[in-house]
């Protein structure tokens, strides 16, 4: 039986010092075949020169390997919206696709996991979506906890105020792919999160894994960062009162909107719902229309974060 290909996306950046180990970590996957998509971004380093070695010669999981030239200076997210309309019209027997940051090691398994999960999905319409927790690790490798363990189920009703999964562990089957690049011109947050909306929004299944596939690195070129420890949430808490929290769901909103047609009667609802939340000019109004979207974040500590954004217009 033909081991199950999957298309990884993988943008770079001045990535010279940490793609080597994050190649190996692609070329020891298990159980699958790899088809690399490789988009730069104008670097300066020597990562184009790594890049082109080590897919000289493919080796382990890696079978082949596309270049996608673009124009530099796009953003990270730009280059994979990018990278995955044109693996969606490149490839059309392609039936999985995967996002890939260059300065991460994935574990043994991880590609394997989400097959192992996914698998019956392979050829449905219904888009469905695989991600999960990560291990933060600081740039010499050393460990510093486990991502925040979600458990209330991934639902379109989270994905309008947060994410929960990383690009870095997703993987999803041609349905979500087409969802997103037939997205990819939107001006979005992030690139994961559009994911994780616009497969909820669609009733897509959503799959979220408590365990870590992903060495996920920290460190100063971080375009988000890991939610990790009081640190994190109290930057979380500055951005909101400075108004970034504002300016993302602002995006992220007039996005969705153009991608509603998609979306269930009840999603579409949920976001219009959202939408008033934000516009309402007496606070009460703004609590009453946030409580009618039913919009929520996984954690209370966050939850309440929502409401006092809300309240305070910051939403």
């Known amino acids: ?6 298309h990884v996306l993988l943008a770079t950046y001045n990535g010279e010092r ?10 020891q996957q298990q159980g699958v075949e790899l088809v690399v998509h490789v988009a730069d971004d104008g670097s300066s380093d020597g990562t184009v020169a790594l890049l082109q070695e080590l897919s000289a010669q493919p080796q382990g999981a890696v079978r082949s390997v596309h270049w996608v030239q673009a124009a530099p ?27 890939c940051d260059q300065d991460d090691v994935w574990l043994p398994g991880k590609l394997a996991a989400a097959i192992e999960v996914l698998g019956p999905l392979a050829d449905a319409s219904r888009p469905a979506l695989y991600g999960g927790r990560t291990l933060a690790v600081d740039d010499d490798d050393r ?7 979600f458990v209330r189920p991934p639902c379109f009703r989270n994905a309008v105020t947060q994410n929960i999964m990383g690009g870095n562990t997703m ?3 041609r349905a979500a792919a087409e969802l997103v690049a037939a997205s990819a011109h939107l001006e979005v947050v992030t690139h994961d999160w559009l994911t994780y909306q616009l497969v909820s929004g669609a009733d897509g299944f959503i799959h979220y894994d408590p365990r870590p596939f992903v060495r996920y690195r920290q460190h100063a070129q971080n375009v988000i960062g890991s939610n990790l420890g009081w640190r994190a ?14 300016e993302w769901n602002a995006l992220n909103v007039t996005a969705l909107a153009q991608r509603a047609s998609v979306f269930t009667q009840a999603n579409r609802q949920v976001l219009e719902s959202f939408a008033r939340a934000r516009q309402e000019r007496s606070p009460w109004s703004r609590l009453a229309w946030l ?13 309440l974060m929502l409401w006092l954004a809300c309240a305070l217009g910051r939403m």
């Open 143 to 149: 460990e510093g906890g486990l991502s925040p363990l």
């Open 233 to 246: 949430r109290w930057e979380r808490l500055l951005r909101m009162l400075r108004g970034e929290y504002r």
């Open 1 to 6: 039986m033909a081991l199950p290909t999957i």
């Open 291 to 303: 409580r009618r979207s039913g919009a929520f974040r996984q954690k209370p500590s966050e939850q």
């Open 171 to 173: 993987v999803m089957n």
């Open 73 to 99: 200076r796009r953003s990270a997210t730009r280059s994979f919206l990018m990278l995955m309309a044109d693996g969606v019209n490149r490839s059309p027997e392609a039936r999985w696709f995967a996002y």
């Open 18 to 27: 940490y793609l080597r180990k994050q190649w190996q970590s692609l070329e």
